[in-house]
């Protein structure tokens, strides 16, 4: 039996996977992460210690799924499920906002998305949210800085404001979340 996880241990592995996505510049697809209760994993694969470096008991180890099929994505995650070793899971996808565009299109089709994207006023943003079977759930929105072209010097760390806070997408989350439930 693992031992319980630090208090932060998701916003923690939320943040972590934020950064590695960021670490490639803007413009990427959408990401998939499981989430395993790293003790756990180091009982069942003694071999990644190494690789996990100075991962502790009580913590979380984010896995990246192969790359997602070009799949709309309420659809993808109606087709999502996890095996039981899996603690939770995370998603991490990029999100274009347009002054006065309407919430309630809340999955524009193709040619609202191509309007919102040569928008002059538009703003990038890329949203990492993650839930645990539990129910405990943890966000990081980025919002990317003016002007910045992609490019993110790893030296300078990753563009553009961030904003965590469990509430943020909280149908994606429980999208998320129902992936994790036992399918009848």
């Known amino acids: 039996m693992s031992a319980p996880l630090l208090p932060d241990a998701l916003a923690a592995a939320v943040r972590e996977i934020e950064l590695h996505v960021a670490a490639s510049g803007w413009d990427q697809p959408p990401r998939l992460f499981a989430l395993a209760d790293t003790a756990f994993l180091l009982a069942e694969e003694p071999q990644l210690a190494e690789q996990l470096g100075g991962a502790t008991a009580g913590t979380i180890t984010s896995i990246e799924q192969e790359e997602l099929p070009q799949t709309p994505l309420p659809e993808l995650l109606a ?42 006023e538009r703003q990038d943003m890329r949203l990492a949210v993650a839930v645990l079977r539990d129910g405990s759930r943890a966000s990081v929105l980025r919002v990317r800085a003016d002007g910045a072209n992609g490019a993110t010097d790893p030296a300078a760390g990753p563009d553009g404001e961030t904003i965590e806070d469990t509430d943020l997408a909280t149908e994606l989350a429980e999208a998320l979340y129902a992936t994790l439930q036992p399918s009848d």
């Open 79 to 120: 087709g999502l499920g996890w095996s039981d070793e899996v603690s939770g899971c995370a998603l991490v996808l990029e999100l274009v906002a347009v002054p006065g565009a309407d919430d309630e299109d809340a999955v524009p089709d193709a040619d609202q998305a191509a309007r919102a994207s040569a928008h002059p």
